[in-house]
């Protein structure tokens, strides 16, 4: 009987390694991110960690059962032949609470305290305060998506003095949160805000969901920060909105195109701060997956189980 067999498409050091294979000694665990590692092993993997773009011409004709993803967002996987297929899918929700959440208090800390333009001001050796004298202390902050990241920020939020208000799908109350809305009602969430912090999921009902209208609603003093996905956003409204002034600035790290085209305004504008996409980079982001999320979830496996900790729900798309 051939052995069960592991794809875990990633370098892992050695001691992650070892707590995985004690609890599956009997498996074939294949590792590396190189594809010439896993590429003839995808057929017959009966579980995949760390989702790559070549495996999907493979993936129709597997036998895999249970894909645990390496990031936070699922919108690369080719959900529909992986729903057919019956596959289970868990994500890496979670583990970029703490890095993300930081990115997003330097965002807010660097445009409120104009960190970014003294820095450019450094380069060419000017002495100017720069209109400087805004401050975050028990200003009302907008958590657009109060999941485990919108908790972590409404958690450091509270620090600060500030007023938080937050948006779920649910409209369900959450700690450190003092006023909960749902997405029908972001037009009364949006004008209240002194900062409107984005870390939702792209699906169908989040995409676009901000526009020239929402940014209109917002105060001309507010600050728009977004470390969800790009497409949450019509790019060019978000352009013309800082340019207009309509708001006060935007702290950025994801965008409709990534890498940002150098011909992007964005790039140009200095009342924006644009980060690489990097808000989620830790140094402990394998400890914290290997062993928070896919640890926890291959002993449910094991039993029989449903993983069940970030488990997808194909429906809602997250």
């Known amino acids: 009987m051939p052995k069960r067999k592991l794809i875990i498409s990633q370098n892992l050091n050695e001691i992650l390694l070892q707590k995985i294979q004690e609890l599956i000694p009997e498996w074939t665990v294949i590792t590396g991110r190189s594809p010439e590692k896993w590429r003839d092993h995808i057929a017959d993997a009966e579980v995949i960690a760390g989702w790559k773009a070549e495996m999907s011409v493979s993936i129709a004709a597997s036998d895999v059962k249970w894909l645990q993803t390496w990031s936070a967002g699922e919108n690369a996987l080719p959900l529909a032949n992986l729903e057919q297929k019956n596959v289970q899918i868990t994500t890496a929700n979670g583990v970029h609470a703490y ?4 990115t997003i208090f330097a965002l807010m800390l660097a445009l409120t305290r104009k960190v970014d333009t003294y820095i450019k001001q450094q380069h060419t050796k000017t002495w100017h305060h720069a209109h400087m004298k805004q401050e975050i ?15 972590e920020t409404a958690k450091i939020a509270k620090a600060f003095g500030m007023t938080v208000l937050g948006m779920r799908h649910s409209g369900k109350s959450e700690e450190f949160v003092d006023e909960m809305f749902t997405q029908k009602q972001l037009i009364d969430l949006l004008p209240r805000c ?3 912090v984005v870390t939702l999921p792209l699906t169908p009902e989040t995409r676009n969901m901000f526009g020239k209208n929402e940014f209109k ?6 600050f728009f920060i977004n470390i969800g996905r ?14 207009d002034k309509d708001i006060a600035g935007a702290g950025l790290d994801v965008f ?5 085209p150098e011909n992007s305004p964005l790039w140009e504008l200095n009342n924006v701060i644009i980060t690489p996409h990097t808000s989620g980079n830790t140094e402990f982001y394998d400890q914290r997956l290997i062993q928070d999320i896919f640890i926890p979830n291959l002993k449910d496996y094991l039993n029989g189980k449903t993983p069940s900790t ?8 997250y």
């Open 310 to 317: 970030n488990l997808l729900d194909y429906k809602k798309g």
């Open 217 to 222: 609603l917002m105060k001309r003093s507010a």
């Open 256 to 260: 409709e195109t990534e890498p940002l």
């Open 230 to 243: 790009g497409n949450l956003v019509i790019q060019n409204e978000l352009i013309q909105a800082l340019k």
């Open 137 to 151: 202390h028990e200003k009302t902050i907008g958590i657009i998506g109060v999941g485990k990241i919108g908790k």
């Open 99 to 102: 890095p993300i959440s930081e």
């Open 194 to 196: 002194d900062y409107i």
